[in-house]
């Protein structure tokens, strides 16, 4: 297992949290997502490392930036 945490620019509410929690949960080999909606962290874990061009998408897709990576 891998664990890796992504800072995501614009969320601020539960509704956020669920969207990037649901397009980042699609991303084949995900297991788990645990967002932080003070910090903007978004902790996943996976059986390999991600493509981070996945993550990227998967957050973009949801409507949110990705800082970094």
Known sequence: MVTTTYQVQGMTCGHCVNSVSTEVRAIP??????????????TVTSEQPLDPAAVRAAVDEAGYDLVGA
């Not at 080999?29 to 978004?42: R, Y």
């Open 29 to 42: 080999g995900v297991d788990d997502v645990q967002v932080d909606l003070a910090s903007g962290q978004v």
